[in-house]
């Protein structure tokens, strides 16, 4: 990653790869829309009309400080966020069912803080996992799931299981009781 794509800002808003993906399809879209603009005005002195943009590309382009209405600015935009997508830290997220949007959010936020501050998340979803999250980042793999919580416990459990089988085992039935008291 180079110096300046390190001062390269990405809003929580743009949490995952995918969110990343979509900002930089807006970005072509809003360039195409703005050459657009210029051709139509046939060497004449041009006032570009940005286009309705998203909140993602809207927050990306103000923390940056980027002029739109730049071609300078817009190309040499386009070239930091394709050297982004394919350079930007990727931490990989599983989570046991799917995670709602202000939590994508936050989760962003806190790895662009404490881990890099240009990561971008990849979320996947498996159900097996029953609670809690598996992330793996490049460096490391941390499983907080559930699944792998009863799985680091399961001779604690079973010996449980076995105290408690073995303590009604030993219990009169019922029956058993109702039998003593008559005698």
């Known amino acids: 990653m180079n110096e300046t794509d390190a001062k390269f800002v990405i809003p929580p808003a743009v949490a995952t790869r995918a969110d990343f993906s979509r900002v930089m399809l807006e970005l072509e879209r809003v360039d195409n829309d703005l050459e657009a603009q210029k051709a139509r005005a046939a060497g004449q002195p041009v006032s570009y009309l940005l286009p309705a ?9 103000e923390v940056n400080k980027i002029d739109l209405a730049s071609d300078k600015a817009r190309m040499a935009l386009r070239e930091r966020m394709r050297h982004l997508k394919d350079h930007a830290p990727v931490v990989q997220m599983t989570f046991a069912r ?7 959010t936050r989760l962003a936020a806190w790895c662009r ?4 501050p240009q990561t971008l998340l990849q979320v996947g979803m498996q159900p097996a996992l029953v609670g809690g999250v598996y992330i793996r980042t490049p460096n490391h793999v941390y499983d907080f799931s559930l699944r792998q919580r009863l799985q680091d416990r399961r001779s604690t459990i ?11 085992a030993v219990r009169p039935t019922p029956e058993e009781q109702a039998q003593g008291a008559a005698q």
């Open 53 to 61: 943009m998203s909140r993602a590309l809207n927050e990306f382009v």
């Open 158 to 168: 079973a010996a449980s299981l076995d105290e408690l089988l073995s303590k009604q």
């Open 113 to 116: 803080e404490n881990l890099h």
């Open 98 to 104: 799917d995670v709602d949007p202000a939590s994508m």
